[in-house]
């Protein structure tokens, strides 16, 4: 009688093993893709609800929150910024009434009576595929709760959206903000010309890593010393020819934080250059921060009607600059 193979060969052994890896290597693209579609889903249902809060604030109010606002200082003539970001006052209508209570709206962000609220970190905030974190130094100004999601300025070059504002006669030639929310602004769904659904109110922008040191274009702000753009395509012609491949330390060291901050590189962007592109500022006072994330093949953005979008990297300019513009005629846009 024969007698009966009761184990594997090693050659079978070895073949099961290649199917096993074979299997795990077709398995783990799959898996990770679903997680992230997941994140992704994630990440739009809060900008949703930034968008949804804006919304909000804006039927209590009868108007957008500013970008900023100016409160008295030491001299009565003089009277000063906060830097507190629209972010602040859209905390009660994200249900972060706790933190509301922490910030003090007649002081500057830096101020030591807004340190806590600073430092806090609001889950709300964070796109969970974004993998930076920034690390946190109490004794350090820039430092803070982390931001993902930034209000639309709009198309304008200006730091701060508004001449009447601007100290530099070098900026003349610029024209004020586009967008929902600047310095000093009382934006109200009146004014979105274009139609709410036709205008950006906030996307999503990547933390940088927090060092200063080399420069990462996907995630830093790049300095451009010595340029004066007149036009956005001046603007991205400017950030787009600049050799990326050396050292460049005058960038910003955190962006995406602190969320107190109005800022550029915290809580406000531009719709100048393309999404998932380069971000540039321009010394003095000129801003190019567009949008851009982790997802692959582009980003979302939340609407004034509180719609949100997944906007393809691929889109025209022209059509990612009319989305920012409140009330530049562009009604019949097509973005998808």
């Avoid at 609001?122 to 993998?131: K, M, T, V």
């Avoid at 300025?153 to 730091?159: A, K, M, R, V």
């Avoid at 009447?164 to 024209?175: C, D, G, I, L, V």
């Avoid at 949100?308 to 920012?324: C, E, H, M, P, Y």
Wanted: net charge neutral; charged share 20%; hydrophobic share 35%.
């Amino acid at each position: 009688m024969a007698r009966q193979r009761n184990a594997f060969t090693l050659v079978e052994l070895l073949v099961v093993i290649a199917i096993i890896g074979v299997l795990i290597a077709l398995l783990l693209p799959a898996i990770q893709a679903a997680r992230e579609a997941a994140r992704r889903m994630d990440c739009s249902s809060r900008l949703k609800q930034m968008g949804l809060a804006l919304q909000n604030y804006h039927g209590a109010f009868k108007v957008f929150p500013p970008g900023d606002v100016m409160v008295p200082g030491s001299d009565p003539a003089k009277p000063k910024w906060t830097g507190l970001s629209v972010h602040t006052h859209l905390l009660p209508f994200l249900e972060e009434t706790n933190a509301k209570q922490m910030v003090n709206f007649k002081v500057s962000y830096l101020d030591a009576l807004n340190k806590e609220a600073k430092l806090m970190q609001i889950n709300s905030f964070l796109c969970p595929s974004d993998p930076n974190e920034h690390p946190y130094d109490s004794a350090d100004p820039e430092s803070g709760g982390s931001n993902n999601y930034y209000i639309n300025q709009g198309t304008s070059l200006l730091n701060g959206g508004m001449l009447r504002w601007e100290t530099s006669s070098k900026n003349s030639h610029q024209t004020d903000a586009t967008g929902i929310c600047f310095r000093g602004s009382r934006i109200k769904f009146k004014d979105l010309r274009d139609g709410a659904s036709k205008t950006a109110a906030f996307a999503e922008r990547r933390r940088n890593d927090g060092d200063a040191s080399v420069l990462n274009w996907q995630t830093d702000t790049i300095r451009l010393e010595g340029t004066d753009p007149k036009t956005s395509d001046e603007a991205q012609k400017l950030c787009y020819d600049f050799d990326v491949t050396g050292n460049n330390s005058g960038h910003p060291r955190y962006v995406g934080t602190p969320w107190i901050r109005s800022y550029h590189s915290t809580t406000y962007y531009f719709h100048v250059l393309p999404p998932n592109g380069r971000s540039c500022m321009m010394p003095s006072g000129l801003i190019a921060t567009t949008s851009n994330s982790q997802h692959s093949g582009g980003v979302n953005i939340a609407m004034c009607d509180g719609s949100t979008q997944f906007i393809n990297d691929s889109i025209d300019i022209k059509v990612w600059r009319a989305l920012g513009s409140r009330a530049g005629g562009e009604k019949d846009v097509n973005f998808n």
